[in-house]
């Protein structure tokens, strides 16, 4: 046998003693190996389970929260207010024109020529101070022919009542006839008649003379002044004549003030009324309510009403546009609501109430508008929970939020 042989079959021998050897050691082993394997293909399971299965519920959980996000998303959040109570300007204020207490123009009564004036305009005068003179020649010379007339008339009616005297005393011893008599005592009356008219005459020629001096007939300022010296005074021969002065008395002050009906109450006589005007920033003028016209105007649907108003320091003039500021009677109990809470619908004018949770449109009547707010006299209460700013598409019984930072809040 060739050493090549004896090689392999040493190794053929060498195998064989050693394959018992190698699976005797794969069967040992085996068990092991392969609890390993099942544990962790079974921890992989599960943590592959476990991921499936939070991904899942993370899902559902998101769903959940975004389904209810949306459904609270789809509620409206809304702003409230809550009505306050009473108007928080309880007076009305009424523009005017003050007026003069007395207001007159001064015309002359004589005829002549303007002699001399003593006054101009805002001159404040006295009653009784005179304003200006007139000559009056023709006048003068009437009464001057008045008088004479008189005093013929007067030796006639002594002359008249000397005759009567005497043929009544002689007809009582038959000296003259009853007819003579009853002559004279006629002519005595028709003498002392001539007398009267005469004195009357001269009584008028004298008035009119009074009438050269023009007098202030009471105290005022002269407003206007439409005579010089040297102009003809015509007195009531022309249409329409020409005052000489123009006075006003402006111790005291007349405001006329047309008041809306629905405010008719606030007009009650004796009333204190207060005055504002742009000249006097910041002060006021007391005033009172003297009468009214006691009946409403049908084509301005007003009240005409007079303050009268004391100007002793003449520091409101006559003409001056005011502000009248008249108190309010508090008759009605009302609340006040901004406006921006107001709906203006097809059935009328209403406002959004909160209530339980949802949306409650609910009909108002408006009193007074004071730009920003509006006064409700029915359909509110101080409790009610009024929408700011509510959408045109608000219906009745929408579910609505109300924003916790607003609620609560007075109407302004």
């Known amino acids: 046998m060739s050493s090549d042989e004896r090689t392999n079959r ?21 068990g092991p190996s392969r609890k390993l394997a099942l544990f962790v293909l079974g921890a992989v399971v599960m943590s592959l389970a476990a991921v499936i299965f939070l991904g899942i519920r993370s899902r559902v959980d998101a769903e959940t929260r975004l389904a209810a996000t949306t459904d609270r998303a789809a509620i409206p959040t809304v702003d409230v207010v809550h009505p306050k109570q009473g ?16 207001d007159t ?18 001159a404040h005068v006295r009653k009784g ?9 023709e006048v003068d010379q009437q009464l001057r022919q008045a008088r004479a ?6 030796a006639n009616l002594q002359l008249a009542q000397t005759t009567a005297n005497r043929w009544q005393f002689l007809v009582k011893s038959g000296s003259v006839s009853k007819q003579e008599t009853d002559q004279a005592v006629s002519n005595l009356a028709a003498m002392k008649a001539a007398a009267d008219a005469s004195a009357a005459n001269v009584g008028r020629l004298e008035q009119l003379q009074s009438f050269e001096k023009v007098y202030a007939p ?3 300022v002269i407003t206007a002044r439409n005579t010089d010296v040297g102009d003809l005074i015509d007195a009531g021969a022309s249409a329409e004549p020409q005052p000489l002065f123009h006075i006003a008395a402006i111790g005291e002050l007349r405001v006329y003030v047309p008041v809306p009906e629905v405010d008719a109450p606030a007009a009650r006589p004796g009333a204190t009324a207060l005055l504002t005007l742009d000249e006097y920033p910041g002060q006021t003028f007391r005033g009172r309510l003297v009468r009214t016209s006691d009946s409403i105007n049908p084509s301005s649907r ?18 001056a546009y005011v502000f ?18 107001l709906l203006f619908r097809r059935e009328g004018l209403q406002v959004g109430l909160v209530r339980n949770g949802k949306a409650e449109l609910v009909p108002v009547k408006i009193g007074r508008d004071y730009g920003g707010s509006v006064e409700i006299v029915s359909g509110l209460a101080p409790s009610d929970s009024v929408i700011l700013d509510p959408a045109d598409s608000l219906v009745s019984g929408t579910p609505v939020e109300v924003n916790r930072q607003s609620a609560g809040g007075a109407g302004q």
């Open 149 to 154: 007339d008189f005093e013929t008339a007067e």
């Open 105 to 122: 123009p001064i015309y002359a009564r004589t005829n002549g020529y303007l002699k001399s004036w003593y006054f101009d305009i805002g």
């Open 324 to 341: 009248v500021h008249l108190k309010l009677p508090m008759e009605v109990r009302s609340v006040t609501v901004p406006s921006n809470t």
């Open 129 to 137: 101070q005179l304003l200006a003179e007139i000559e009056t020649p």
């Open 10 to 30: 040493a190794i053929e021998e060498d195998s064989e003693s050693r394959l018992p050897l190698k699976v005797v050691v794969h069967d040992e082993e085996r």
């Open 302 to 319: 007003t009240l005409l009403v007079e303050v009268d108003v004391d100007n002793p320091a003449a520091k409101l003039l006559p003409g």
């Open 87 to 102: 108007a928080p300007i309880q007076e009305i204020v009424l523009p005017g024109t003050t007026e003069a207490f007395t």
């Open 218 to 220: 009471f105290d005022g």
